[in-house]
């Protein structure tokens, strides 16, 4: 059951990781070209806020509660090095890399800032009912 936990919360890491990237792409790509959905502010807001959140995290040099919980569950069941569910081994491999805390920080931080200049060059607006 534990395994079954622990690849779900992977599979919701992995989903949280598109929407970040995936949501500022649309943002970027949406923006110059007059998507509405680039301009609702709920979705904007959501973005934003994990973003800061993300990057707040690596600043005070903590995981991701996700990451925590994940590697807390695989512990209960016993996981080592090498038993892995099939979820697991892909999805841990698109996720997670090795490199300096620093890196972290900084790519998260440039992330951040890319977020908010899109905010600032893109904003969104409360949609008014019609």
């Excluded at 598109?18 to 301009?39: D, E, M, N, Y």
């Excluded at 973003?51 to 509660?65: D, K, N, R, S, V």
């Excluded at 512990?75 to 620093?102: M, V």
């Amino acid at each position: 059951m534990h395994v079954l936990l622990a690849d779900a919360i992977l599979m919701l890491h992995f989903a949280v990781v598109l929407f970040v990237v995936g949501g500022q792409l649309v943002v970027l790509v949406g923006g110059p070209l007059g998507w509405r959905v680039v301009r609702r502010f709920g979705l904007r807001l959501s973005h934003l806020a994990l973003m800061g959140f993300i990057a707040l995290q690596t600043w005070l040099g903590e995981l991701c509660p996700l990451t925590v919980w994940e590697q807390s569950l695989r512990a209960r069941a016993g996981q080592g090095q090498y038993d892995e569910s099939f979820i697991e081994h892909w999805l841990s491999r698109l996720l997670f890399f090795e490199a300096p805390w620093w890196v972290f920080v900084a790519a998260y931080s440039a992330f951040l800032a890319l977020v908010v200049l899109s905010w600032w060059r893109w904003p969104p607006r409360r949609m008014t009912a019609a």
